[in-house]
């Protein structure tokens, strides 16, 4: 039997994308029997525990280790003294403006500390609970400086300074102005002229990534190379800068992100430890690693959002808008991290949402405080901009006593206008906005809402019920490499990949775009199963390791399918391309007359004469019969640069109940409709929405990173750090519309951030909805009961929250795992 | 995070158990289901020198009839309370506030006893306890005591069990006549603490309110019995307006504290709301 034979009567193969597929990763991702960078173990292996500073700002006096040398099973112990001539800095990939101010950021602290947390000294011991257990017999002395907190304050003349060798607290000021750019008319005219303008001042609370699997780090050094396995979104992003950092040249080092749980923008990221691990394995010659405690997780990996927006729109009587104008403070933290001002700056170009504005200025300040750096959260400076806009289109229907999505009728793009250049200059690629909207209120039962919303008002029902609107879009897809440039980030933004046919047939496919749990290793088994006809179960996916996947950029912005697979499947072009000439060879036909489907290479108009993919891979390894002048090999690699961004969109929509008595709120119905162009897999589509729609409304609803008047962070814990469970959360009503992306050969526009994006102006918009007629207009996120509470009944937006932190615990804060006595430990005794 | 060493002991009859709190040292901790004591163990804000773990003492686990009373093990689990019939039967305020303690993990490990002696302001055992005048069986080197639920907790997580004494088990009293219970937990997310709760004990005559006793979890550093609303409640016309008057008066005489959940008149005016509440609910309202 040949396999010529075996074929005839075959059925085409079923097309892998749009199936519903189970993610060959999850078994062991979610059972832990995996590579997780903790479970690696190598033979001498020494640990690390990182003593750090339980005060927000101070200069350090003293550092007394002597007694933790002496302790048992420790190797090493180091302060920033001993690392300060070769640390460096770490890196900041995005300086947003030419003259922006970056005061460098030690990863060990040499003789200031700038937030609770920061490395002062680290410990290094044969065992890990020997690490630990010395950290407590450090002795540090610090002489506290002011503590800067508040950025409305740390932008005022006079201000005390996080960084005392700079002038002011403000790293820069970034300006997109529509009117000079020439993609609007001018900004200030736009407003003068108005009939109308609202403004309002909008919270951006801080956030924490808060991903599963904490940081980890492993450095094992061979000579005078190392290896490195991390915990990390950009295995190789911290590739190059790690080499930059400390000097080791790059070809000197690998890094391997090995299964990675989560990261959410928190782990897109060089991290002090990371380079501290660095030096430590070279300066001791031995292999060392650290993983961070949850605490520690909480009070340094960097945090999220943090802004506080100034927002004017204008408009005329009967609701075009005419204009609009954002000022931004950004929380910077005390250092520039990775690309912790362009967080803000990437914003910048989606404040105009789908609206079509004549006139648009931008502006954000940068501000350093002593506290933890900021750098990306999923979504990254877009959730922001959605949020304003979205809740300034409520506030603007208000005003104008216009139905709120009337209001958002009369100034989206239409769906006739696409392409469509925004205000902010960029063309946005596809889409259908009303359809979206008309289906997404359909599965809310918008109507019923309605009538119900209606009536508890006029019963005075202690609950009443609201309905919020936010209708999205994002730019995904990042980046086209060229733009990124123009925006002064430090790299670029395609993509590569590459297949390897395997003798038996198997295929090989090495990506570029290192996932932590998106489900990358089965979409591109799905995109590559179509592309070359072979079976989904035969295609095995490479990646996180620099000495495997040698080019990428990993994963982060909705780039991974977008890039990254359209990298996979120019990759998978280049195969069939390749193998063609075989198989014209093998066949004895022209290339011109073969056709190729389902895998098989056919001589049109000869039935019966063929050759699979897969036996081209067989014949090419044995090399005994191919065309003169080419290479023997049918492998291929590809690089995506996309052209321009990608532009999901979509309609959400919350139904909130508000218990007017204690001022809890519930979501009581939650629908949307994405647009995120092809589908590859809606099981792994469904799972990023609604994996997004948690962390959108736990921004509305529960989660903030709160700092008491000394910098502690009180919500050290997730006692206190209110990360919401399914238990918490609604079902949700999904849908889609698909206008594919031109601008990528798969037609994907990317999901990771849609539903964080969309859903939490949508959320707090339906809580105002519910209360506005009894005084409320704005209410501060997180919408805590008591909050909301404090609004209906005492006006004003709900306040500060009281900053300690609940007494669970004993109220356990910031665990500074110094050893240093804090309030919080002394309370230690009884509990 | 690693917990600070200790020396760990694990016996198997109380005698034993008394033995190695005596024999501890400086700082002794009674280990029962551990999901207190651990975490702030591995928080290192506390550092015992020695841990007595009570899972392997015969005889604390479980629930009994005991005539007028129910007797339960201090080593019982959250998660055997839920189920057991006696306490469906003649204490299920017990059930519903356990029902409401964390998450499934950590039920089936926490104990009846460890929540109590913990006596956590937030926990949602010890107003419950409060509220059904349990008495706490303690056993010490000289011999056994029994604490009414008055004088049982007496500050920020310390209860009458004093240094080297064991919480061994808990009588709650068999309740007669027509009975409703409720206990209404405020908290943001499933798992959490109650920012507030009220526990409500009422009996029903004739249309009227015979009898109420009501617990408030978190409204100080001890839970804490309402007894101006008792009081006002007592004889009065089981009416929602009625109700509504006494329970206003739910925080009269609180000091709760202030934090990220909740300030302090805040919390006082959810302890009106949820006694209300729990009051309607228990009188069938
Ligand atoms: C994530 C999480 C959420 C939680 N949420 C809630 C909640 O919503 N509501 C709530 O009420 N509780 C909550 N808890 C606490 C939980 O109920 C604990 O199980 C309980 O408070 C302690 O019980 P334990 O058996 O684990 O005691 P342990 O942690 O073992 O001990 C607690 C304390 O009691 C002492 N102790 C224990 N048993 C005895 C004894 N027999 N005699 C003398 N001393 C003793 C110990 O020495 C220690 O000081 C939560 C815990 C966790 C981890």
């Given amino acids: ?831 | 995070m690693i917990p600070a060493p200790f020396a760990y002991a694990r016996p198997t009859t109380v005698d034993e158990a008394l033995q190695a709190l005596a024999a501890g040292g400086e700082d002794v901790k009674v280990m029962a289901g551990g999901q207190s004591l651990i975490p702030v163990m591995r928080l290192r804000l506390a550092a015992p020198e020695t841990v007595v773990d009570l899972s392997k003492v015969e005889g604390l686990r479980g629930v009994r009839d005991d005539g007028d009373a129910i007797v339960i093990g201090a080593m019982t689990t959250h998660s055997d309370v839920l189920s057991d019939p006696l306490i469906a039967e003649h204490a299920p305020l017990i059930a519903e506030a356990t029902g409401t303690v964390a998450d499934r993990q950590v039920r089936h490990r926490g104990t009846f006893g460890g929540a109590l002696v913990h006596a956590d302001p937030a926990g949602d055992l010890p107003a419950v306890a409060l509220a059904l005048d349990a008495e706490f069986v303690v056993v010490g080197p000289s011999g056994q005591r029994t604490v009414p639920a008055s004088e049982f907790f007496v500050d920020y997580l310390t209860t009458a069990v004093g240094e080297g004494e064991l919480l061994v088990e808990v009588r709650v009293p068999k309740l007669a006549g027509e009975w409703g219970m409720r206990y209404e937990k405020f908290n943001r997310v499933a798992q959490a603490w109650s920012i507030v709760a009220v526990a409500a004990v009422v009996r029903r005559e004739n249309g009227r309110i015979a009898e109420a006793r009501i617990g408030l979890t978190n409204m100080g550093p001890t839970p804490l019995r309402a007894r101006a609303v008792e009081e006002a409640l007592a004889g009065a016309e089981a009416t929602p307006d009625a109700v509504g008057a006494a329970a206003a008066r739910a925080a009269e005489g609180t000091e709760p504290s202030s934090d990220l959940n909740a300030q302090a008149d805040y919390r006082q005016h959810l302890a009106t709301v949820l006694t209300r509440r729990a009051v309607s609910a228990a009188a069938g309202l």
């Fill in chain 1, 1 to 831: 039997m040949t396999a010529v034979e075996d074929r005839t009567g075959t059925p085409a193969p079923e097309k892998e994308i749009g199936k519903a597929r189970r993610r060959k990763e999850d078994a062991r991702l979610i059972t832990g029997r995996t590579t997780w960078t903790d479970n690696t173990v190598l033979p001498g292996m020494l640990h690390l525990a990182v003593v750090r500073s339980p005060v927000a700002h101070a200069r350090i006096t003293n550092v007394d280790v002597s007694a933790a040398r002496e302790a048992p099973g420790v190797v090493a112990v180091y302060t920033g003294q001993d690392f300060a001539e070769e640390q460096g800095s770490l890196p900041c990939a995005w300086p947003v403006t030419p003259d922006m101010v970056n005061p460098g950021h030690p990863s060990i602290a040499v003789d200031q500390v700038n937030h609770v947390g920061e490395a002062v000294a680290i410990i290094v011991a044969r065992s890990k609970t020997a690490a630990q257990d010395a950290v407590e017999l450090t002795d540090i002395d610090y002489e506290l400086l002011p503590v800067v907190l508040d950025m409305e304050q740390a932008v005022q003349d006079g201000a005390d300074l996080v960084h005392d060798q700079l002038e002011s607290n403000t790293s820069y000021h970034f300006v997109f102005d529509a009117g000079e750019m020439g993609t609007g008319g001018d900004t200030e005219q736009a407003f003068s002229g108005a009939d109308v303008v609202v403004s309002r001042r909008f919270v951006q609370q801080r956030l924490i990534p808060a991903f599963m699997e904490p940081r980890s780090v492993v450095v094992q050094p061979q000579g005078d190379n190392y290896t490195m396995w991390s915990s990390t979104q950009v295995p190789h992003i911290l590739r190059v800068m790690a080499a930059m950092v400390t000097g080791i040249p790059e070809h000197k080092l690998r890094v391997i992100a090995p299964d990675v749980g989560g990261g959410f923008g928190g782990k897109l990221q060089v991290n002090p430890e990371e380079i501290l691990c660095l030096l430590i394995a070279r300066r001791l010659g031995k292999p060392v690693k650290w993983t961070e405690t949850r605490s520690e997780s909480l009070m340094t990996a960097h945090h999220g959002r943090d802004q506080v927006q100034f927002v004017d729109i204008a408009a005329d009587r009967e609701g075009h808008v005419k204009g609009l104008r954002v000022r931004l403070l950004a929380d910077m933290g005390a250092y520039l991290r990775l690309i912790t001002p362009g967080v803000p700056a990437l914003g910048a170009f989606m404040y105009p949402g789908i609206y079509k504005f004549p006139a648009y200025r931008f502006e954000c300040d940068g501000v350093f405080t002593n506290k933890v750096p900021t750098d990306a959260y999923r979504g990254a400076g877009r959730p922001e901009a959605t949020f304003a806009i979205e809740r300034i289109m409520d506030e603007l229907a208000v005003e104008l006593g216009m139905d709120p999505m009337e209001l958002r009728r009369k100034n989206w793009i239409d769906a006739a206008e696409f392409p469509f250049t925004t205000v902010a200059g960029l063309a946005y690629d596809s889409g259908d906005y009303e359809t979206a909207t008309q289906q997404a209120l359909e599965l809310l039962g918008y109507d019923e809402l309605r009538a119900e919303q209606q009536q508890r008002r006029e019963s005075n029902d202690p609950v009443q019920l609201g309905i919020g609107i936010s209708t999205f879009t994002e730019m995904c897809g990042l980046a086209p490499s060229r733009v990124l440039g123009s925006l002064s980030f430090g790299a670029g933004g395609w993509e590569s990949a590459s297949i390897r046919m395997l003798p038996t047939g198997k295929v090989e496919v090495v990506t570029g775009s290192t996932p932590h749990g998106q489900g990358h290793e089965t979409a591109w088994s799905q995109l590559v199963a179509d592309s070359l006809g072979v079976p989904f179960e035969d295609v095995e996916v490479l990646h996180g390791d620099t000495a495997i996947s040698p080019r990428g950029l990993d994963t982060y912005g909705s780039r991974s399918l977008v890039v990254g697979g359209s990298a996979v499947v120019k990759a998978a072009d280049k195969v069939i391309a390749k193998a063609r000439k075989i198989a014209a060879h093998l066949l004895e036909a022209s290339e011109d007359d073969l056709d190729f489907s389902g895998g098989t290479f056919s001589v049109r108009g000869t039935p019966g004469a063929g050759i699979s993919i897969q036996e081209i891979a067989l014949a090419i390894f044995a090399a005994h019969d191919y065309p003169e002048g080419i290479e023997p090999s049918i492998d291929a690699e590809a690089t995506f640069d996309p052209e321009n961004f990608s532009f999901p969109h979509g309609t959400h929509l919350c139904a909130m109940e508000v218990d007017t008595d204690t001022g809890f709120v519930k979501i009581r119905k939650y629908a949307c409709v994405d647009d995120i162009g092809t589908i590859v897999n809606p099981l792994i589509v469904e799972g990023q929405i609604h994996g997004g729609l948690a962390q959108g409304i736990a921004q509305a609803l529960y989660e903030e990173a709160i700092y008491d008047a000394d910098g502690n962070l009180t919500t050290g814990t997730f006692v206190d750090y209110l990360v919401p469970s399914a238990a918490d959360l609604p079902h949700f009503d999904t849908g889609n519309t698909v206008h594919t992306a031109p601008g990528n050969p798969i037609g994907a526009k990317g999901v990771g951030e849609a539903g964080c994006i969309a859903s939490t102006p949508a959320v707090v918009n339906a809580a105002l909805d519910a209360v506005r007629h009894l005084g409320v207009s704005d209410i501060r996120m997180p919408l805590t009961p008591e909050r909301v509470w404090r609004a209906i009944h005492q006006g004003g937006d709900g306040g500060d929250r009281a900053a300690a932190g609940s007494n669970a615990y004993g109220g356990a804060q910031t665990e500074t795992t110094a050893g240093v006595s804090t309030d919080a430990s002394s309370l230690g005794g009884d509990r």
